[in-house]
Every structure is written in structure tokens, then in C-alpha cells.
């Protein structure tokens, strides 16, 4: 049973401390369709545009990303991601404009000495999940080719590293192409550029008081929890939630559980998975999951097919964009060979699948997920037939 404190989807202490748990996705930023029901159609997602916020950051304006003083000179080289705003710190990235490739060693070791103006500690590497959370997947300028991060590292296509390993494999680490796709089981010999993060506070940006309305949400967490070396992200654990499982304070059935069935629980009679993590208190949308995948099928397919599903008494399912299916993605610990991580987890545990998301990169081609290794690739949408999910926004008052 929802607790009082949320109706109409507003908290109001007890069961939810009063704030919510979670914060709902952000838009991938594909704006152009090329079949109904994906997701240049749909554009579903937090924020009025992948650079607009839906309110006004703490410097008085409505970008997504400015400088550490609301300018975009970049001057410092340094860009403030205010959709992270969670209302006591926001994320900020740094380049030094060089170009240097580094290994994943060398690059942890430089993210770590970063010194920037007054900002001389705090720097690391970012781990996967905050590096992808910038990747523009718009039909023109895609990636990291926008102006924000062209001006402060001179993005090109090529790769990013991130502080998150493959776990149990122990030369490989995870590397974010800056041209829309995340490439797993990277040697970490290879040199390739990378980027330093930092949580900045109010008093850090020259702000004081709590102005203008929280605007964003602190990242989630990876669960990677095995660290290799200091600065890795097993070492920093970084993000939202108290790990992937578990939220920091009760969702509205009064539990931590991030997932849970329709009734609070975990039986999931009607095969829908509620994600707490994605709960908008404001408004009571939450994410929901049909806890089966369809069998498989080619994308346009599939597309009609989840269009068609009647779950639970619901009929407005739409297929997972690419950011839905990344966001459901975990890293894990289960093999040394093929890493079975992904989304082989309770409640869905799918080992060793590949799902297609409905994010387009061209009239022919998609973007799908090999679950084993949580790869982003890009195949024709036509001719290859991968499993399909489904998902709606729900609402709280609905459960």
C-alpha cells in the first residue's frame, strides 16, 4: 500500500523523508524520427532539451552547461552539468585542452592531480555512468561534438576513458567513444584522451542560498565495488542511491528497495517492474519495466509489437530508448570470461541477450545493447532480428 506522505505525489516526510528517490531520465537528445513510436518521435526524458533545463540553474539562467562562473567562455576549461544539480552540489568536467592520450593507469593519475585555479583537490577520473550522462545521441552532433566539451578538450571521435574496470578481468577497463557508443573490455594499455570530474558546491560557483529550484539529480551509482587501484571508480563508489539496489531513503511503499512489483513487493504477478530510482515526487511519474523481454524480432517490429501490449491493464507501452537501457544496465562480478553483468540481475536476470533500444542513428540503422558486456552498437534496423523491452511512464497514482 502507497504511503500518505505520497499523495498525489508529493512527500511530505515519513515514508519518503521528504524528498524523492530518484529523478526521472534524461532525454537522449534524438530529435528526429523516422518511424512512429521511436525515439525521435516519442523524446521522452527529464529536461525541455538535452541543453535546456526545464528551470533555471543556480546562476539565474535555464543552460545546461555553463563555466564555474554561468558563462560558456569555458575559460578554466571547465563545464558545470547543471542537470546534476540535486540541490547541494553539481558535477563539473574538466580537460586541459592538450589532447594527450594516456593509459587508464596514467589517466587516473592525472584526474587525481588535477589543479585548476582555486579548485586544487577533489579531481578523478569520471566512472561510466558520469561520462555516458554527456554523450549527445542527436542526429547532428552526436557524442561529445558539441560546443560545450569541443571548446574545453577539443572532443573529436575517438575514445574517453572512464574509471569503471570490467570487473574480474583485470587489463581491461571501460572506454566511452565520443561518437555515440560505449565500448566494454578495453586493454587498459591503450592511450586515449580523458576527462577529470569534481563535485562542486553552491559556495564553490560564488552562490549562496538555494535560489531557484533544484533542477537535476546526482548520477546513479555503477555497482562496480571492486577496485583495482585507488582513483578507480570500485575505490570512489561515486553517485546516487546506496548502491544499485538500494535506494537512500524509502520509496513510496515504504522500503528501500529500488525495484519492486506494482504492490510493493517482489512477486511481480503481473510482470511489471517498478524502478524507484526514477520516481519524480513532484509530479508521481515513475519508470516501469515489463519484466519479460519479447522474443526476437527486427526493430520495426518489435516497435509495433510493444505498441500493441496490453500489461497489467496498461496499453501505453513504448520500446526503451537508449538512455532507459543504459540506466538499467549494471556492472557486476559474475564471470571471468564473459562478464554476465548487464541486466542478469533479479528481478529481469537476462544472461547474454541483445536488446534493442528504439534510439535511431539513421533511417536504417538503431542502436542496440549486448547485455553481457553492456556495449552500445550501432546495426541495421531491418535485417537483424534482438530481443525487445518495454516500458511506460507510470504514475504513482496508478499503484
Not at 528551470?55 to 578554466?76: H, K, L, P
Not at 530508448?321 to 559474475?334: H, Q
Request: charged share 15%; aromatic share 10%.
Amino acid at each position: 500500500m502507497i504511503k500518505d506522505t505520497y499523495i498525489k505525489g508529493v512527500a511530505t516526510g515519513g515514508g519518503g523523508g521528504g524528498g524523492s528517490v530518484g529523478a526521472k531520465l534524461m532525454k537522449t537528445n534524438q530529435t528526429i524520427s523516422f518511424a512512429t513510436g521511436d525515439d525521435g518521435d516519442l523524446q521522452q526524458g527529464r529536461l525541455n532539451s538535452f541543453f535546456i533545463l526545464n528551470s533555471n540553474n543556480v546562476f539565474g539562467t535555464n543552460e545546461r552547461f555553463t563555466d564555474d562562473i554561468g558563462t560558456q567562455a569555458y575559460a578554466n576549461r571547465i563545464a558545470i552539468d547543471h542537470s546534476t544539480d540535486n540541490g547541494t552540489e553539481i558535477l563539473g568536467f574538466f580537460a586541459d585542452g592538450t589532447g594527450t592520450n594516456r593509459t587508464w593507469e596514467d589517466s587516473i593519475d592525472w584526474a587525481l592531480s588535477v589543479s585548476v585555479g582555486t579548485f586544487t583537490s577533489g579531481w578523478s577520473l569520471p566512472n561510466k555512468r558520469q561520462m555516458y550522462s554527456v554523450i549527445n545521441d542527436g542526429a547532428a552532433g552526436h557524442g561529445l561534438n558539441y560546443a560545450t566539451f569541443l571548446i574545453i578538450g577539443n572532443a573529436l571521435s575517438t575514445g574517453y576513458w572512464s574509471s569503471t574496470t570490467t570487473n574480474n578481468i583485470t587489463t581491461y577497463a571501460t572506454m566511452i567513444s565520443s561518437s555515440r557508443y560505449s565500448a566494454e573490455r578495453v586493454i587498459k594499455t591503450l592511450a586515449v584522451r580523458a576527462y577529470a570530474v569534481r563535485n562542486f558546491t553552491y559556495s564553490d560557483l560564488g552562490v549562496t542560498g538555494a535560489v531557484y529550484p533544484i533542477v537535476g539529480a546526482k548520477i546513479m551509482k555503477t555497482n562496480q565495488t571492486v577496485s583495482y587501484r585507488t582513483g578507480d571508480d570500485g575505490d570512489l563508489q561515486k553517485g546516487r542511491a546506496t548502491d544499485f539496489f538500494t535506494l537512500p531513503s524509502n520509496n513510496p511503499f515504504g522500503n528501500t528497495a529500488r525495484f519492486t512489483d506494482t504492490l510493493g513487493g517482489s512477486t511481480y504477478a503481473n510482470d511489471i517492474v517498478v524502478d524507484w530510482s526514477t520516481y519524480e515526487n513532484t509530479t508521481g511519474d515513475v519508470l516501469m519495466i515489463k519484466k519479460t523481454l519479447l522474443t526476437t524480432a527486427n526493430l520495426s517490429t518489435q516497435i509495433a509489437a510493444i505498441q500493441a501490449l496490453t500489461v497489467g491493464g496498461f496499453t501505453d507501452w513504448e520500446m526503451t530508448n537508449i538512455n532507459e537501457l543504459f540506466y538499467l544496465c549494471k556492472k557486476g562480478t559474475l564471470s571471468t570470461v564473459s562478464p554476465n553483468q548487464g541486466m542478469n540481475y533479479a528481478p529481469f536476470n537476462f544472461a547474454n541477450v541483445q536488446i534493442w533500444s528504439n534510439t535511431g542513428v539513421g533511417a536504417t540503422t538503431a542502436l542496440f545493447i549486448r547485455t553481457y558486456n553492456t556495449a552500445l552498437i550501432i546495426v541495421g534496423a531491418d535485417g537483424t532480428s534482438y530481443s525487445g523491452l518495454a516500458v511506460r511512464v507510470g504514475n504513482i497514482s496508478e499503484l
